[in-house]
């Protein structure tokens, strides 16, 4: 691990992406992990009649969607001890099962307070294997320099 | 719901210990028109989240997240951080576990329930050993496009009320609980 500066990223750099192929079980799996075991996610049956989304089969948590893009960020600036502070995302679509999404991360904003207070903003998208955009979110890291 | 489909993903023991029949107590869930916005007094969640390695370590590997300091003790303990983090979105757990079944916020576990996008705030890395308690209380409620959304602000203390996350909660739910039964029975109750 090393520590990034601040003064060494630039608006417009690209985090390194993250892509996560998707079953039912991941969303079994995530329902025990969350503890959310809303049965849009789980129960094939139900999902049929109820469809809470207008599908008839089960769509992964949104929670997951938000961790894969949060992965971006972590993966990023967890070894080079940066703070992730804020996270704030929209779901657009769904995810299916057998679904391949893929996150990407942009720096967008560097906010220049002070040193032990400067932090970026990442602009984040999650997008199937159709191209399919399935949130967004923005997280803020600060640089601890 | 009585099909299980969970029992071989089943770990730890909160996982072991958890109510995962979001049907069963749906009679006593807050409901969207329901909820008195003329009382937002701060009330504390059903539980407490004693945070155990094993509860990071399971939900990095459910998101498929390999980052050794989620998951390896070893190699967290010779890192900067000094022992396990967890993934930023942990605090998912720990938001259904503290609030519980019967207890204020348990609209979350509204089947039929969706989930337009969050916001949270994480001040202080979670650690193992902590235990952890919920504050919350109304925060909005509103209809956009033929949807109902229900917001509430969730703040996360450790047993020394270090503030440690916040989040503002929100789904889009079912509008009463007539809409409500009607998923438990297996149609659709929202009207958008």
């Given at each position: 691990m090393s520590r990034m500066s601040f003064a060494s990223v630039s608006i417009g750099d690209q985090l390194p992406p993250v892509s996560r192929s998707v079953t039912q079980e991941t969303f079994w799996k995530f329902s025990v992990a969350s503890l959310d075991y809303n049965p849009v996610h789980n129960d094939p049956e139900w999902v049929k009649t109820a469809q809470p989304f207008g599908i008839q089969e089960p769509v992964g948590h949104g929670?997951?969607?938000?961790a894969f893009m949060m992965s971006v960020v972590s993966n990023w600036a967890y070894p080079a001890i940066l703070k992730i502070r804020k996270s704030d995302s929209k779901l657009i679509f769904p995810v299916l099962a057998g679904w391949t999404v893929t996150c990407s991360g942009v720096i967008s904003e560097k906010h220049v307070i002070c040193p032990g207070k400067n932090y970026v903003v990442i602009d984040l998208e999650a997008k199937n294997q159709d191209g399919r955009l399935l949130g967004v979110c923005k997280s803020e890291v600060v640089f601890p320099d | 719901m009585n099909r299980d489909f969970f029992s071989r993903y089943i770990q730890t023991e909160k996982q072991k210990q958890f109510d995962r029949?979001?049907?069963k107590e749906a009679e006593s869930y807050e409901v969207w028109d329901e909820i008195d916005f003329s009382n937002l007094e701060e009330v504390e969640g059903e539980?407490?989240?004693?945070i155990k390695a094993e509860d990071m370590k399971y939900f990095a590997e459910a998101v498929m997240d390999d980052n050794p300091l989620f998951t390896d003790e070893q190699y967290a303990s010779k890192s900067p951080y000094g022992q396990l983090i967890p993934h930023p979105v942990f605090v998912t757990q720990i938001i259904f576990w503290c609030i519980g079944t019967r207890g204020r916020g348990n609209w979350i576990r509204t089947p039929g329930a969706r989930n337009p996008g969050q916001y949270m705030e994480l001040y202080e890395d979670f650690r193992v050993g902590e235990v952890i308690h919920i504050k919350?209380?109304?925060?909005?409620?509103?209809?956009?496009?033929?949807?109902y959304y229900l917001r509430y602000q969730i703040d996360l203390y450790n047993q020394d009320e270090v503030k440690k996350a916040m989040a503002i909660g929100t789904l889009i739910l079912p509008k009463n609980r007539d809409d409500i039964r009607k998923f438990l029975r297996g149609f659709k109750g929202l009207e958008a």
């Open positions: 929670m997951m969607t938000i | 029949d979001f049907f539980q407490k989240f004693e919350m209380k109304p925060y909005d409620r509103y209809i956009k496009r033929g949807k």
